[in-house]
Nanobody, 121 residues
Framework: QVQLVESGGGLVQAGGSLRLSCAVSENIFNFNAMGWYRQAPGKQRELVAGINVGGRTNYADSVKGRFTISRDNAKNTVYLQMNSLTPDDTAVYYC???????????????WGQGTQVTVSS
């Protein structure tokens, strides 16, 4: 059973930064794509960023230039560095693993439990 465990969420003021981590229970090379999604109350889950084994990335337009996704294959961990946070970034952030870099969450097979990020104004 694959496990993805997110950490690093919390409460931060607007303009601040957070770094989320996602620890994967098995070799991260088993998954071509790793992604971060978020879901705010009353909204659909949306892609934040994704990265594949080749280092190719995709980002939501709303986070481009502010967020950076990276993967440490030796540590089986994926990171999301979030800078210049705004209240609109408030959501539960989920880590996901799957076979292909994609936008739709349905393309990812494995999910973590999520970590709350709250940005105060």
């Amino acid at each position: 059973q694959v496990q993805l465990v997110e950490s690093g969420g919390g409460l931060v003021q607007a303009g601040g930064s957070l770094r989320l981590s996602c620890a994967v229970s098995e070799n991260i090379f088993n998954f071509n794509a790793m992604g971060w999604y978020r879901q705010a109350p009353g909204k659909q889950r949306e892609l934040v960023a994704g990265i594949n084994v080749g280092g190719r990335t995709n980002y939501a337009d709303s986070v481009k230039g502010r967020f950076t996704i990276s993967r440490d294959n030796a540590k089986n961990t994926v990171y999301l560095q979030m800078n210049s946070l705004t209240p609109d970034d408030t959501a539960v952030y989920y880590c996901a693993a799957g076979p292909i870099l994609a936008t739709s969450p349905s393309r990812y097979n494995y999910w973590g439990q999520g970590t709350q990020v709250t940005v105060s104004s």
